[in-house]
């Protein structure tokens, strides 16, 4: 069949492929991410992909508003390059599927100081930071004052230092940045820094001020940032706050742990803490998850299956004549090679009892 605008006799000429419109130079276009209004059918979840210098706030806002509207869960598969956005996309597929049992998530306090260990249906367990430094967990939240790029937890900085040096927006190392041995936040070392991405948990909270801040231009100009130096290493995924007007306390991340624990996916996470902002007066969205909305580490308290009903009971053996034992009336006592009853003096057939069930 001829192609469109060709001749009868003449070969079809294919038509050219729509090319994206020319974007400047370090000025992402965001009409490239998804219209949020032609997103149909509502519900569902949307995964975001893209570096994470074109999710600028001024980006993710309306972006997530306009998701949050139409009751749709979100998240950003992100970071700092191709390979980062790689790395990612690696670990979001090849996570484990949610497990049954006995949740726990630690909570690294730096607001007091203190270390607490989260059980469902228990009390909080005090803990101490070497000691969940040194395990693996399901998910770790910290609750601590800083910033994107910095949070202190007491004898500990966490550092978004990602590499041998901060570099400035102009690639170049700066002279009093973050090292990998001191945080320029505390130049005369008191504190140890600790890196994000050294921190073994499969989601790790982030409940800091403006502690996922992805625009090269919306913080302190450096590539330091606690939310990128996280998704290049253990953790799976990476919640955290948008903004530093919410005045977190120690309930929010209370609150993200029980709903961890119940099972929710991690895409409802930041939906429980938006709506727990517009209840307190923020206007707009208020977290955001980098990872995958669909992601659960917990089965569901209601899709926990029920152990299985004992299987029914056989009916047992008819008592043996006592010369055919030397038990006496009732069971035998076989010899070892024995797998079955002695049968009876009416010479009926042999009936064979489970295993469970011999003596």
């Known amino acids: 069949m001829p192609g469109i605008g060709a001749d009868e006799h003449q070969e079809p000429t294919p038509c050219p492929l729509p090319q994206p419109p020319p974007q400047q130079s370090g000025k992402p276009d965001p009409a490239l991410l998804h219209d949020p209004a032609a997103l149909e059918p509502h519900g569902g979840s949307v995964l975001v992909v893209a570096r994470s210098r074109a999710l600028t706030l001024s980006v993710l806002m309306p972006l997530l508003d306009a998701l949050a509207r139409q009751n749709t869960l979100a998240g950003a598969l992100t970071g700092r390059d191709d390979a980062a956005c790689t790395f990612a996309a690696a670990k979001l597929l090849a996570r484990h599927p949610a497990q049954p049992g006995p949740a726990h998530t630690a909570l690294l306090d730096g607001t007091t100081g203190l270390t607490h260990v ?52 102009d690639g170049k190392p700066l002279a009093s940045g973050c090292t990998p041995t001191t945080c320029k936040t505390d130049p005369a070392s008191r504190t140890r820094p600790l890196a994000p991405h050294d921190l073994r948990a499969r989601v790790l909270g982030l409940f800091v001020c403006n502690a996922i801040t992805l625009g090269e231009a919306e913080q302190y100009p450096s590539d ?63 977290a955001i998850l980098l990872g ?68």
């Open 118 to 169: 989260l059980r469902a249906g228990h009390p909080d367990q005090r803990s101490t930071l070497t000691e969940v430094l040194a395990s693996p967990w399901d998910s770790l939240l910290v609750d601590a004052h800083g910033s994107a790029a910095h949070a202190s937890l007491g004898t500990v900085t966490l550092c978004g230092l990602s590499g041998a040096a901060e570099h400035g927006p």
């Open 224 to 286: 330091v940032s606690l939310a990128l130096d996280a998704i290049e290493g253990h953790p799976q995924a990476v919640l955290g706050l948008l903004r530093g007007d919410l005045d977190t306390s120690g309930h929010e991340p209370r609150l993200t742990a029980a709903s961890l624990h119940s099972g929710a996916r991690l895409g409802q996470l930041a939906t429980l803490l938006d709506a727990h902002g517009r209840r307190r007066g923020v206007r707009g969205p208020s």
């Open 292 to 359: 995958d909305p669909e992601q659960q580490l917990h089965m569901p308290d209601g899709a926990l299956a029920p152990p299985a009903p004992p299987a029914p009971q056989p009916a047992a053996c008819p008592p043996t004549p006592k010369h055919w034992a030397t038990g006496g009336y009732g069971w035998p006592t076989p010899k070892p090679s024995n797998t079955g009853c002695m049968p009876p003096l009416t010479g009926a057939p042999m009936r064979t009892c489970p295993p469970a069930w011999r003596r």
